[in-house]
């Protein structure tokens, strides 16, 4: 007997039966469920359909011409139980949260890999889209199908320039500005006078810094950049390579509350996760924590944006070695502590000695609760400020001015810091997973 709830057309491939007069015109399509009853073999009706079919979402069921040329189809993918799974969820609460996203590309890879179907970065736009137009609220990535591939540029010192996203930009160089030029240069001013004379001369100097081959080769020419209120003329230049670029230190106090509280449910590290407890059971806080506050927080960071990135070394007999950098390794490229100078000096001496690079990096003299002193380090300059969102405020924009590469072990930190705090994007941003969709979430208030 047939079924009385009501359920959509369903199809299976079938051997052709002699003498069954098969349907052509859609309207005369009939169900597999009224086929099996009209041949009296309705009791196979559960070994050939699934008793629970699974839905797909309301949203987009459309399957456009472009999806059946690339061979792969998304609806197809979350036909099986899992992707069900996936659907309901969707359903329930109108967005994907980390597992469920996580599982939805395991079933994606694991159906390419099963159908041997070669990725390719058409087809990766592809599921992109396709993902996009089933489950809206997802952004378009195809960085999250599509292996990660290596970074173009290889990691230099910081004595080389590297290719950034402005210094393909020119700027109209001001007029009559040769005495200004040689009082700069030759330090005949006053340090408001140089501050006036700094802005006067902007983009002349940013064409100088975008036709530079290396750090060392602006510093010279222009030395003011070392002097004590140096960070004053980084922030001048910066001002004229975003002047439309968010005021993180007048503003940042809410976004920085939307970050720890995605910190709270998205860090899986069990040292982070101990580190975050210890700072949230505090009942009444001291001033030292709540001004320590910022400083977890962008800490605690690099376990929200674990390291993916590896690194191949040949030693000396030729041998390959891939080293997989950790949360320690990404922590220590943004910020380390040193309980002395002394302590920093030798730190910076041993980098130099083992030939590794030198980005811009914070250096706390104390603790976290206690910083006596919060230096940022850049080409052999020291440029002491007073909190760490300044630190990190000045340490972003030496990055941009300078055309340097982020460090590789913290680049996802780094690149989320551009984009959630200073609302930077350009099309040279890296790829990292999960980033985009974290700042979608805390922008939206997912």
Not at 154 to 180: A, G, H, R, T
Request: charged residues 20%; aromatic residues 12%.
């Amino acid at each position: 007997m047939q079924d009385e709830e009501s359920h959509e057309f369903e199809y299976i491939d079938i051997p052709t039966i002699p003498g069954y007069s098969y349907p052509i015109d859609d309207d005369k399509v009939q169900s597999i469920t009224d086929l099996l009853n009209e041949w009296g073999l309705s009791c196979l009706r559960k070994t050939c359909l699934t008793s629970n079919p699974v839905s797909l979402p309301s949203c987009s069921k459309d399957i456009l011409i472009s999806d059946l040329l690339s061979g792969f189809e998304l609806f197809d993918v979350l036909k099986c139980t899992s992707g069900g799974m996936i659907t309901e969820y969707y359903k329930s609460h109108n967005s994907l949260n980390d597992n469920i996203r996580t599982l939805l590309v395991e079933l994606i890879i694991q159906h390419l890999i099963s159908n041997k179907i070669v990725m390719s970065v058409a087809l990766a736009e592809n599921i992109a889209n396709q993902v996009q137009r089933i489950f809206p609220s997802e952004l378009k990535t195809s960085g999250l199908i599509t292996k990660k591939t290596n970074d173009r540029q290889m990691f230099k010192s910081s004595n080389i320039k590297l290719f950034s996203q402005w210094d393909s930009n020119n700027y109209e160089p001001e007029e009559d500005i040769n005495l200004v030029l040689n009082q700069i240069r030759h330090d005949n001013c006053s340090l408001p006078e140089l501050e006036r004379h700094w802005s006067a001369t902007v983009n002349y100097r940013l064409n100088t810094i975008k036709n530079a081959t290396s750090t060392q080769e602006i510093i010279k020419e222009w030395p003011s950049y070392m002097i004590p209120i140096g960070y004053k003329l980084i922030d001048i230049d910066f001002k004229a390579l975003y002047p439309n670029c968010f005021n993180v230190l007048g503003n940042y106090e809410l976004k920085l509350e939307k970050i720890f509280g995605a910190l709270m449910t998205k860090i899986k590290d069990y040292n982070s996760r101990s580190m975050l407890k210890s700072l949230t059971d505090i009942e009444n806080p001291s001033e030292n924590v709540k001004q320590a506050v910022p400083f977890f927080t962008f800490y605690l960071l690099h376990s929200m944006f674990v390291p993916t990135s590896k690194k191949v070394t040949i030693d000396d007999r030729g041998k390959k070695n891939i080293i997989k950098f950790s949360i320690k390794d990404s922590q220590n490229a943004f910020m380390v502590f040193c309980s002395t100078v002394t302590m920093v000096e030798e730190y910076i001496t041993n980098r130099n000695q083992l030939k590794l690079p030198i980005h811009p990096f914070i250096i706390i003299i104390g603790t976290s609760l206690e910083p006596r002193e919060i230096i940022v380090y850049f080409d052999s300059i020291k440029f002491k400020v007073f909190t760490v969102i300044r630190a990190i405020d000045l340490c972003f924009k030496i990055f941009q001015l300078f055309n340097l590469k982020y460090p590789i072990q913290s680049g996802a930190v780094w690149h989320f810091i551009q984009k959630y705090l200073y609302s930077i994007k350009t099309k040279f941003d890296k790829s990292y997973p999960n980033l985009n969709q974290i700042i979608y979430d805390l922008e939206n208030n997912v």
